[in-house]
């Protein structure tokens, strides 16, 4: 069976809402290479409906670099009651979100893997559908802005460290693996 991954990136006082105006110089050479490296684990993408809006708007246009060229051939699975139709090698996840998501992991194949976290990730911890949280601290503060698992039930997520991966940027790539 095949697991979920989630990954997300998250500053020192706990910010992961809009990444790509604080992470500045700290996604370089050797993170883009970690990333990129990782992806052979995986052969799909997860996303709710703000993740793939904001990355099909940006990623789908570059062309020539080599993880976003491998994340745009990937398929991409969007879970979403609002969306009518997708693009960018999308499908959207009709009916059932839970369902659906549980007969994703249970074809054959790579793991599945979601990046960023919001609305979806309640029902997804909330059904035990996450496998593998990957938190990648990002050595700045934000300040404001929507922070990891913001309307999640402390109690109810206990996680147990797996791996730790420090980068020569001063990041770290936490990886924890909910206690069911």
Not at 162 to 180: C, D, H, M, W
Request: net charge neutral; aromatic share 10%.
């Amino acid at each position: 069976m095949r697991k979920l991954i989630e990954t997300t990136l998250m500053s020192l006082d706990g910010v992961v809402g809009s990444p790509w105006a604080w992470t500045g110089s700290y996604f370089d050479a050797e993170s883009r290479g970690h990333a990129l490296a990782a992806l052979d684990r995986y052969d799909a993408f997860l996303f709710g409906r703000v993740t793939y809006e904001t990355f099909a708007a940006t990623w789908s246009q570059v062309r020539d670099d080599a993880y976003l060229d491998r994340i745009n051939a990937m398929p991409k699975y969007v879970a979403s009651t609002t969306l009518r139709e997708t693009t960018w090698n999308a499908t959207l996840l009709k009916g059932d979100v839970v369902e659906e998501i549980r007969r994703l992991k249970q074809q054959p194949g790579k793991d599945l893997i979601k990046y960023g976290t919001g609305k979806l990730d309640r029902t997804l911890l909330e059904h035990h559908l996450i496998d593998e949280i990957q938190v990648w601290i990002i050595p700045v503060i934000v300040g404001t802005g929507q922070r990891l698992y913001d309307a999640i039930d402390p109690a109810s997520l206990k996680l147990k460290l797996e791996a730790q991966k420090v980068f020569g940027n001063g990041s770290i790539l936490l990886t924890y693996v909910p206690e069911r």
